[in-house]
């Protein structure tokens, strides 16, 4: 799609690149509610603009990808309906879509409002007319405004706005998912004389009861996901059989494949050392000082509590890329040329 043929609000959209969407979601995430906080953060995380727009601006991008040793479903237009299971606001899909697609559509301009506003107005508007508390839209709507951005009008559209989880589970309380998450495994009636034999769940979708595996205290995730012997490569091609359904290469942080988010206790694991910070930020990850970031590599990543991830959809290595891109020299060549 030109630019000519563009709505104005998608042209607003496509002013705003990473680092400016990066600066507006600092301040709605406070407003999100605490059970999609990290969940948001985490998807736009899985989804990232400079990846998109790489890959949009290049002459080949298959062979991009093949540079980038990008596997999976990457591409967010194929999963418009699905890459955001993991909120809770996912279950407010269809009205979320339908709102996005409407003011997408109107004509007028989009002059003198911000990204922020735009996200408040849009989940204030849907909390009324679903009758929930606006605290719960306003993860998801920015989720919406994103991929709207990534994937442009006619496809976001053309996807059918269904909700991809269970009835059982979209009937959940964020109040009884937020206690699901909180549960730490009891360890018996001596269980405080335990010490390395202690064991705890990890959960790595919470809409699927049996997404569940068991990892002994201070165990890195991605060893403890191989008792899982599921043939997980017949689901997610990056799988390997009797190796889990966290898809695994190296073991040693230098791949970044088993990357996942922490949806919860990311408090609960081992804090991230320089190599597996180094492999998130040349992968393009994530780049943070946090000790304990929401994004980990489950390779290095030991357990002392339960946790709750999500195993993103795809892997690659696209950081080095990017700062090669936006590196001073190239900027200077790119203006010469």
């Not at 030109?2 to 995430?29: G, I, M, V, Y």
């Not at 730490?184 to 390395?196: A, E, N, Y």
């Not at 190599?275 to 000082?289: A, N, P, Q, S």
């Amino acid at each position: 799609m030109t630019l000519e043929s563009k709505t104005n609000f998608q042209q607003f959209l496509d002013r705003h690149d990473a680092a400016e969407w990066s600066r507006a979601l600092e301040r709605p995430l406070p407003s999100v509610h605490e059970v999609d906080r990290n969940a948001t953060a985490i998807w736009f995380a899985f989804f990232p603009l400079n990846l998109r727009h790489a890959l949009a601006q290049t002459e080949d991008a298959e062979q991009l990808a093949r540079k980038l040793l990008l596997q999976g479903k990457y591409s967010l237009r194929e999963q418009i309906d699905s890459s955001h299971t993991f909120l809770y606001g996912h279950r407010f899909w269809p009205q979320v879509k339908r709102a996005v697609s409407v003011r997408a559509s109107r004509t007028g301009s989009a002059e003198g409002i911000s990204l922020i506003d735009e996200i408040q107005k849009i989940a204030e508007g849907l909390a009324a007319e679903v009758k929930a508390e606006e605290s719960l839209l306003v993860g998801i709507t920015a989720v919406a405004l994103m991929t709207l951005q990534q994937v442009g009008l006619a496809a976001f559209d053309a996807a059918p706005g269904r909700i991809q989880i269970d009835a059982r589970h979209a009937k959940q309380t964020p109040t009884q998912i937020l206690r699901e998450r909180a549960h730490d495994d009891s360890q018996g009636l001596f269980g405080f004389l335990r010490t390395t034999d202690k064991t705890w769940t990890v959960t790595w979708n919470e809409n699927d009861t049996t997404a569940r595996f068991k990892m002994f205290h201070q165990q890195e995730i991605a060893s403890a996901a191989t008792t899982d012997k599921r043939d997980w490569s017949q689901v997610d091609e990056r799988c390997t059989v009797n190796e889990g359904p966290i898809p695994v290469q190296c073991r040693s942080a230098s791949c970044g494949t088993c990357w996942v988010g922490v949806l919860s206790g990311a408090e609960k694991l081992s804090p991230i050392e320089a190599r597996e910070r180094k492999v998130l930020r040349d992968c393009g990850y994530i780049d943070t000082d946090e000790p304990r970031p929401l994004i980990r590599l489950s390779c290095q990543a030991q357990g002392a509590g339960a946790v709750s991830i999500r195993i993103p959809p795809w892997n690659g290595v696209f950081g080095k890329h990017l700062n090669e891109v936006q590196s001073p020299k190239s900027k200077v060549q790119s203006q010469q040329d």
